[in-house]
């Protein structure tokens, strides 16, 4: 089984400013994909970045990177130029990859992350 | 296009009835999961239905079923309520989950179960 642990229960970062979310994992998979997820009070959870674990590229997508060290099987998110609006829970996600049809994400507790202005 | 959509938003009820929530998956998607999150935790999975068959189950009592329709929409039946399974209940949808290829799941809004 996997587990997902986030220790940061809640963070703040003053708007423009760069703030790195940690996230740490366990698994026997070789396979497997990362996620972040971003939750705002609205409830509706969106994907922020993937990470596919053969790839050594971090990924980044626009302000959000990702710091993927396998061997640690640590993956922790960076915002830079943080905004009012990156105001929300983040949930770090593990997906083992493989055939069929299943697709069972595995979350950690998430971080609150709150931007101030 | 609209998204993932789930009914009804809010919910009470009492310990020991039944509910039944309902999903609609985003138009050309065949997969749908259910998610359980409890305040102040993360999603736990429930249910993943694919082609109408179940595709896999986490770790919940018998009390929660599920069924996919042949529109792929989806219900999660909840029999003998808890006090306990107050929370909010997400369902996603993709594409089916080929080898090798990895899809992006698309989540609803969820429904606010509150059991008194």
């Known amino acids: 089984a996997q587990t997902v642990t986030q220790s940061q229960p809640e963070m703040s970062v003053q708007e423009a400013e760069t703030v790195t979310l940690s996230c740490t994992y366990d698994?026997?998979?070789?396979?497997?994909?990362l996620f972040w997820y971003k939750q705002p009070p609205s409830r509706q959870m969106i994907l922020v970045i993937r990470q596919e674990a053969y790839k050594q590229q971090n990924a980044t997508e626009n302000r959000f990177s990702v710091n993927f060290q396998k061997a640690a099987k640590s993956f922790s998110l960076k915002i830079s130029d943080s905004q009012l609006g990156d105001t929300a829970m983040y949930f770090c996600a593990f997906m083992k990859r493989g055939g069929g049809s299943n697709y069972k994400l595995t979350f950690g507790k998430g971080t609150l992350l709150t931007v101030n202005p | 296009d609209a998204g993932v959509t789930q009914s009804p938003t809010h919910l009470i009820k009492t310990r020991g009835q039944h509910v039944t929530l309902r999903c609609s998956p985003i138009?050309?998607?065949?997969?749908v999961s259910w998610y359980q999150q409890v305040l102040g935790q993360g999603p736990q999975f429930i249910f993943q239905?694919?082609?109408?068959?179940?595709?896999g189950r986490g770790n919940f009592p018998d009390r929660f079923s599920a069924r996919q329709f042949p529109n792929y929409s989806s219900e999660l039946n909840v029999n003998a309520l808890l006090l306990g399974d107050s929370a909010l209940y997400l369902c996603?949808?993709?594409?089916?989950?080929?080898?090798?290829?990895?899809?992006?799941?698309?989540f609803g809004q969820g429904t606010r179960l509150t059991v008194v």
């Open positions: 138009s050309g998607h065949k997969s």
């Open positions: 996603a949808s993709s594409f089916p989950f080929r080898t090798g290829v990895n899809t992006e799941a698309f």
């Open positions: 698994t026997s998979e070789s396979n497997y994909y």
């Open positions: 239905y694919y082609e109408k068959e179940e595709r």
